[in-house]
T-cell receptor, first 117, second 118 residues
Framework: GAVVSQHPSWVICKSGTSVKIECRSL??????MFWYRQFPKQSLMLMAT?????????EQGVEKDKFLINHASLTLSTLTVTSAHPEDSSFYIC?????????????FGDGTRLSIL | AQTVTQSQPEMSVQEAETVTLSCTYD???????LFWYKQPPSRQMILVIR??????QNATENRFSVNFQKAAKSFSLKISDSQLGDAAMYFC???????????????FGSGTQLTVLP
């Protein structure tokens, strides 16, 4: 089945640091990738949708200057948390979709646990 | 906008017994997809089962089956012969049936934490 790799799985860094999270589709071309944020014991909240070669679409309330998304190729999307602060600590998950597969589910990465000290 | 409601924050079941998790949704569209995802403590999102709205037959995957009531906008998950490995957070999700990839975002319910008792 389709595989999505997310890296790193866990990162701890100091406040003010920028952190980059990668989401790769390993065996298919992901024309669309989604980035979610999840707080403990809560549901997944969609942050943004990225299409290959174009600007990401952010959900209401998500700071686009704080969470930079790049989808430069059909197999890679990145989320950069700029000048991270403790309130940015969370679990971030990406998922990928292939345009032609209209009846196929999204494929999720394993998530990244971000801890800002 | 579509909404997905899971009214049971927590459920428990005895090992080998059957449990049903509830999910209701609201949409004005006639074509869509519904999913149940499992998220164990590892936090990996695992697809359990999916249902196409145009199909009247309820989906089944081994011990997992759904009761899809389109008119009532209800989509419950039944787990038979529960196993310890079934313990996880279960999310119900809705997705539009559209050709645009970017519009195929998932709308998740709030989740149900399932505990399996030995």
């Amino acid at each position: 089945g389709a595989v999505v790799s997310q890296h790193p799985s866990w990162v701890i860094c100091k406040s003010g640091t920028s952190v980059k999270i990668e989401c790769r589709s390993l065996d298919f071309q992901a024309t669309t990738m989604f980035w979610y944020r999840q707080f403990p014991k809560q549901s997944l909240m969609l942050m943004a949708t990225s299409n290959e070669g174009s600007k990401a679409t952010y959900e209401q309330g998500v700071e686009k200057d704080k969470f930079l998304i790049n989808h430069a190729s059909l197999t890679l999307s990145t989320l950069t948390v700029t000048s991270a602060h403790p309130e940015d600590s969370s679990f971030y998950i990406c998922s990928a979709s292939f345009a032609i597969w209209s009846n196929q589910p999204q494929h999720f990465g394993d998530g990244t646990r971000l801890s800002i000290l | 906008a579509q909404t997905v409601t899971q009214s049971q924050p927590e459920m428990s079941v005895q090992e080998a017994e059957t449990v049903t998790l509830s999910c209701t949704y609201d949409t004005s569209e006639s074509d869509y997809y519904l999913f149940w995802y499992k998220q164990p403590p590892s936090r990996q999102m695992i697809l359990v089962i999916r249902q196409e709205a145009y199909k009247q037959q309820n989906a089944t995957e081994n011990r997992f089956s759904v009761n899809f009531q389109k008119a009532a906008k209800s989509f419950s998950l039944k787990i038979s012969d529960s196993q310890l490995g079934d313990a996880a957070m279960y999310f119900c999700a809705y997705r539009r049936d559209v050709s645009s990839g970017s519009a195929r975002q998932l709308t998740f319910g709030s989740g149900t934490q399932l505990t399996v008792l030995p």
